[in-house]
């Protein structure tokens, strides 16, 4: 009978896939993990009248400014197939898809093909719709990212199916998952995902750390000048630059890595058990994770040591010998100078060892520590005293409160993960329940976990009254140890109803949409595509005016002259920008505006130039300004 029922299971397993596979894979919906959104951008300057045709349909242009020369379209969340217009007097035209930018001007626009109701068609080379709404065509691998991704993320069309694929795993023995070809499958698939779309240009902090500090030919002393991070990340991209370069894919092979060498980790942490099987699995996909293994700054690292650190603080407790003190001395002084998050996570696993040591062993574990954080000395005394933590104009973030701290929970647990974890703490914390329901194999890792994140989250807490530093997206420096402490919840009970109930809570807590935490790239990407468009539209009287240093913007930017390139103030201010234009001896002044500066702005500089925009994105405008 149970057979049947358990084949039965998985049949409707493989219904359920197909079904939504077949009927409902247009309306899956994926975060891009920290790229723009792929919308569709058209500018359009032209003296005739002018339509539009998405799919032949007709669109209507976007809200404008009247003294704007472009009339400007938007495609948000829609699949695209075709993009027709019905003029032919069109002086230039600038697509935005995804993070690519198209430039047309008119000769380019007249030989555009026309379609069979005889209107001209975008040329092939601008690619729509693939995969899956909301995603422009960024190859097959993009598409299985996305396709693959979406059985997780898109819990209303799988929920079922991946309930009986649990139901089934409960039920069957694997000897498989004795074979480490699960754990290079595993590994396999992780490396697939962040593979994908590793090519979008760098935003600003990426920028700042390959060119300012992490170059191979920048001075040495360049690794000690960011305010916000140590020079650990930097040294390593100082030597990595060196072998491959400065590109986006080379530099971003560096933090893929790190993410990479980090699911093993987590298989190591857990004991080579079968959950570590699933825990290294969740991190594979998980989207957090596949964010900073694609940004070419030092998270992924970070990620990568806290495992370390607590196998090698687990390893001390188990057997405290010098090899295993040594080890730990030397990966926790390079978290030390990591980023200042590494320090918490330190300080926390110092306590647990204090805890757990002997009073012999305590000292040694104290002059480890102590070691270690000394070598972070010479990174706080020249720069990260003075520059970081003591000057509140750098990151001033706001107090954290409670409600911080939970929205944290959420957005790296899902929705429903507190109540989740406060059900199994009253079996844990209660020593009768704990007895009769509670399997202590894997209670340890899971009170190491929960341990780790709320004692992170009170160190943070307190150092906030020196100098807040909170912001959501550090707690991704221990993000297995969020995923260990949910996940591992079904693993602690002994009956097996209750495990597979809290493996479907846990599921659909996890993977139900919730407060994705969306990286800033969205503002301040395409910064390259703003140059380009520059370059093509420009004459010998025209500038740019860039967010960043003269000094950086050059060794990117070859074919830019010095005199071309005039650096505004980071946040814009209005007065600021305008003052600035006026200052300019050139007749045509190029610049990227922030979209909440834009209508005061425009309002402002309209009243002594006539100015004109082209909007990239929902957050990135390139306004031209004619003198």
């Known amino acids: 009978m149970k057979k049947i029922f358990l084949i039965l299971i998985f049949i409707l397993m493989l219904l359920s896939f197909f079904f939504a596979f077949a009927f409902q894979r247009n309306n899956f919906n994926i975060p891009l993990f920290g790229t723009i959104d792929s919308d569709i951008r058209l500018n359009i300057e032209t003296k005739g009248s002018l339509k539009v045709f998405v799919n032949n349909v007709e669109i209507k242009p976007s809200p404008n400014f009247e003294f704007n020369s472009f009339n400007c379209y938007e495609i948000n969340n829609f699949p695209v197939y075709k993009i027709s217009f019905s003029n032919n007097d069109i002086e230039k035209m600038v697509v935005s898809v995804g993070d690519k930018l198209f430039y047309f001007p008119k000769k380019e626009i007249k030989n555009f093909k026309k379609d069979e109701t005889g209107n001209f068609e975008l040329p092939k080379n601008v690619k729509y719709y693939k995969n899956s709404a909301y995603i422009t065509d960024k190859g097959k691998l993009h598409g299985f990212f996305i396709n693959f991704l979406s059985i ?169 010998n010098n090899k295993n003190f040594i080890y730990y001395f030397l990966i926790s002084t390079l978290a030390f100078n990591c980023h200042f998050y590494m320090a918490f996570v330190l300080f926390a696993n110092f306590i647990f060892g204090e805890i757990f040591l002997n009073q012999k062993n305590k000292i040694k574990f104290l002059l480890v520590n102590f070691l270690s954080f000394l070598t972070l000395l010479p990174y706080l005394f020249v720069t990260g005293l003075k520059k970081g933590l003591m000057n509140k104009s750098f990151n001033n973030f706001n107090f954290p ?87 591992l919840i079904p693993f602690l009970f002994k009956n097996k109803k209750l495990k597979a109930a809290l493996f479907i809570l846990v599921i659909i807590s996890y993977f139900a949409p919730n407060n994705y935490i969306k990286r800033e790239r969205a503002r301040l990407l395409n910064f390259d595509n703003i140059v380009s468009y520059y370059i093509k539209d420009k004459n010998e009287s025209s500038a740019l005016i860039v967010p960043h240093s003269k000094e950086m913007l050059p060794l990117i930017y070859k074919n830019l002259s010095a005199d071309e390139l005039v650096v505004c103030p980071l946040p814009q201010e209005k007065n600021e920008l305008i003052n600035l234009i006026k200052n300019i001896n050139k007749k045509n002044i190029y610049l990227k505006v922030e979209y909440n500066v834009l209508p005061s702005f425009l309002i402002e500089i309209s009243k002594l130039y006539k100015a004109s925009f082209i909007r990239l994105d929902k957050d990135v405008i390139i306004l031209k300004v004619f003198k």
């Open 401 to 487: 409160d409670f409600n911080f701290y939970i929205d944290v929970i959420q957005k790296y647990q899902g929705k429903f993960s507190i109540f989740i974890i406060l059900f199994a703490l009253v079996f844990v914390l209660c020593p009768k329940l704990r007895e009769k329901f509670i399997e202590n194999e894997n209670l340890k890792h899971f009170n190491y976990s929960i341990y780790l994140i709320f004692s992170t989250f009170i160190l943070t807490f307190l150092f906030s009254f020196i100098r807040p530093i909170t912001k959501d997206f550090y707690f991704v420096s221990i993000l297995p140890f969020f995923l260990i402490s949910l996940f």
């Open 152 to 320: 997780f993320y898109n819990p209303f069309y799988f929920i079922l199916p991946i309930i009986c694929l649990i139901l089934l795993l409960l039920n069957f023995k694997f000897n498989l998952f004795k074979n480490n070809a699960i754990l290079w499958g595993i590994i396999l698939l992780g490396l697939i995902l962040r593979f994908s779309d590793l090519t979008p240009n760098f935003w600003s902090d990426e920028l700042y750390t390959i060119y300012m500090a992490g170059r191979f030919d920048a001075p040495f002393l360049n690794t000690f000048i960011d305010p916000g991070n140590p020079p650990l990340y930097f040294i390593l991209s100082k030597i990595w630059t060196g072998f491959f370069g400065v590109s986006p894919l080379a530099a971003r092979l560096l933090p893929l890595i790190f993410s990479i060498f980090s699911i093993p980790l987590i298989y190591l942490f857990l004991n080579k058990t079968k959950f570590g099987l699933l825990a290294a699995f969740i991190f594979s996909i998980n989207l957090y994770s596949l964010i900073t293994a694609k940004e070419a700054r030092c998270y992924s690292l970070c990620i990568f040591l806290a495992l370390a650190l607590s196998i090698f603080l687990f390893k001390i407790i188990d057997k405290p």
